[in-house]
């Protein structure tokens, strides 16, 4: 009973109490001064705020080599791009897997693996749709390069979103970083992107659901290769 519970009522991140309190304002606000429905859609609204910013404990799988998604969605992309040049990594070409956050994910970010933060780049930009391809030039991102104890480099993008309008960062640059620590969020539909080394292969597939923290996105000790997945 209490796990059921538990699972319900979640931990909400000290970022959202702002915004909670914003809508729990206005929903009192229209309950004064509007015909009741409104303040009834305050109330659904003040309720979708406080879920959006839920921060749910996470187990992540602990093994050299592993790439965990950092964040909560649907897997979008799965494709070979260029790097971005803010990132600075040693390859000139990546495989790139993109994980879309809808306004109803976890929009709390975590690390992919362990390591120590190389660089961190803020680049403002436009909020186009983050599920489109071109807003990983266009859009306002922050884009983190963390180095594992082997010199291997790993870099993954915060992408802003239609509705997005604040990336915010919990690390600076020089911090050690475990896989799945939480280092941002992004508020209100986003994404973020994650580099492979060359070489390497997504253990996901386009589609695949994806939980920050815990997903393997792929396994850069091994020479797995692609895989592909299907609707059942």
């Known amino acids: 009973m209490i796990e059921s519970i538990s699972s319900i009522f979640v931990p909400i991140h000290k970022e959202g109490y702002r915004f ?22 305050g109330v659904i609204l003040t309720l979708w705020c406080v879920y959006f910013f839920r921060d749910p404990e996470r187990v992540t799988p602990i093994q050299k080599g592993l790439i965990i998604s950092p964040a909560d969605g649907h897997v979008s992309m799965i494709e070979t791009v260029k790097v971005p040049p803010e990132l600075a990594l040693d390859d000139d070409e990546a495989v790139r897997i993109s994980v879309f956050m809808n306004v109803f994910d976890v929009h709390v970010n975590r690390s992919p693996i362990d390591g120590r933060i190389d660089k961190i780049s803020y680049i403002p930009g436009k909020f186009i749709n983050a599920e489109l391809d071109k807003a990983s030039e266009h859009n306002e991102r922050q884009a983190l390069t963390v180095e594992t104890e082997d010199g291997i480099k790993i870099g993954f993008v915060q992408i802003a979103g239609l509705v997005a309008r604040r990336i915010v960062k919990f690390v600076n640059e020089g911090d050690q970083l475990l896989a799945g620590q939480r280092f941002g ?29 815990e997903t393997v996105l792929a396994d850069i000790s091994s020479d797995h290769k692609h895989r592909t997945g299907r609707t059942s």
């Open 185 to 213: 969020l992004i508020r209100f539909g986003s994404r973020v992107d994650v580099y492979l080394p060359k070489g390497h292969e997504a253990l996901v597939c386009v589609g695949q659901k994806a939980v920050a923290g």
């Open 20 to 41: 909670i309190a914003i809508f729990a304002a206005l929903a009192l606000a229209m309950f004064l001064w509007l015909p009741e429905m409104f303040g009834w859609i």
